[in-house]
């Protein structure tokens, strides 16, 4: 039996942001999680390598709820190195059928999804608003209920339209999405103010900025983005457009336009071993900053993966894409416009 090796450099990342993650919660983590012992599967069905790593394999960490290890796991981590065997991917073809079939939430990282953009790494963002919804989901769900009934009773005639309008501006997966956005956002909102005067407009991370005084405006206008898909997967894709501006009147004159690109790999397509590192470097970003997740490669069907509520493809490409819309903003600034002395209006020469 071929054995992995225990503690590599990216479980010892991964257990320390899983640590400082749960520390203060009532949920938990294992590490090398058998497969046997993360969901039950028949085996009649299966084939020999498929039984084989059934047997064998194993996930580096298994998250728990509440009830912590012995119930349901919430969702299954795998970190792969930068260069991938062809072995290890016909074994992660295997365990994406095995995690479809049981519904298990599978996320599958790279190196650089562990490292911080600015205080926080997406794989430490990811799993904090899962648990931090496993632990406030249901709650959230009673109050927004019990306000929802309260406004329709308040008012009992509200044509369907209406009462549409209503549902919509009490759901607690919007309003938890609104109050848990990528905290780098905030950080290099500040830092744009502070260091170049650049105010960025108010926007869904929380952040706001009254403006006085600053001489540059950072505004948002468009973003695409939807579905893509390629002979290699299927991705949800973002991409948002920043623009900066001198803030003198209405018409403030636009200095640059940037952009910030992300998206997040929902599904695999064909993938022989053979291209096993072709595949993974399209879907993990090793060489394009905006493509920062993916989460299963497949063969011969495509897999949509369940998610656990909290956290939706949709929702961390949004983040992501502005975050890096927001950086290449700063990176223009520091080529472009003089930074401002410390605690002053004043600029440094």
Not at 111 to 132: C, D, G, M, N, Y
């Amino acid at each position: 039996m071929r054995k992995r090796a225990l503690y590599t450099a990216q479980d010892e990342r991964g257990l320390s942001i899983l640590r400082r993650v749960l520390n203060g919660t009532n949920w938990t983590f294992a590490q090398h999680v058998p497969l046997r012992l993360a969901f039950d599967r028949e085996l009649d069905d299966l084939s020999v390598a498929e039984r084989r790593r059934y047997a064998e394999g194993s996930f580096p960490f298994v998250l728990y709820p509440g009830e912590g290890v012995g119930h349901e796991p919430v969702l299954a981590i795998e970190l792969f190195p930068d260069v991938v065997t062809e072995r290890a991917a016909t074994e992660a073809i295997v365990t994406a059928r095995f995690c479809h079939q049981a519904e298990l939430p599978l996320l599958r990282l790279r190196t650089h999804a562990l490292k911080p953009l600015e205080q926080a790494s997406l794989f430490e963002w990811v799993v904090s608003r899962i648990v931090t919804w496993g632990q406030e989901g249901e709650q959230r769900m009673r109050d927004a209920e019990q306000r929802m009934r309260d406004a329709l009773d308040e008012q009992p005639d509200l044509p369907r339209e209406a009462i549409e309008d209503v549902v919509g501006d009490f759901d607690p997966h919007f309003w938890f999405d609104i109050e848990h956005p990528f905290p780098g956002l905030a950080i290099i909102a500040k830092r744009l103010r502070s260091r170049f005067g650049i105010r960025v407009v108010p926007h869904h991370f929380g952040y706001e900025d009254a403006g006085d005084g600053a001489p540059y405006e950072l505004d948002f206008p468009r973003a695409d983005g939807g579905s893509e898909r390629t002979l290699i997967g299927e991705y949800v894709t973002r991409t948002v457009h920043a623009v900066v501006r001198q803030r003198v009147g209405e018409n403030a004159r636009a200095l640059a336009e940037c952009e910030g690109s992300a998206r997040f790999a929902t599904a695999h397509l064909i993938a022989p071993p053979e291209r096993a590192n072709e595949v993974l470097d399209a879907a993990y970003a090793a060489n394009h900053p905006g493509d920062l997740w993916g989460v299963a490669l497949a063969r011969l069907e495509v897999f949509d993966f369940t998610w656990p509520t909290g956290v939706m493809p949709s929702e961390v490409v949004r983040d992501i894409a502005l975050y890096h819309a927001m950086a290449a903003t700063e990176r223009w600034a520091e080529a472009h416009l003089p930074v401002l002395a410390a605690n002053s209006g004043a600029v440094q020469p």
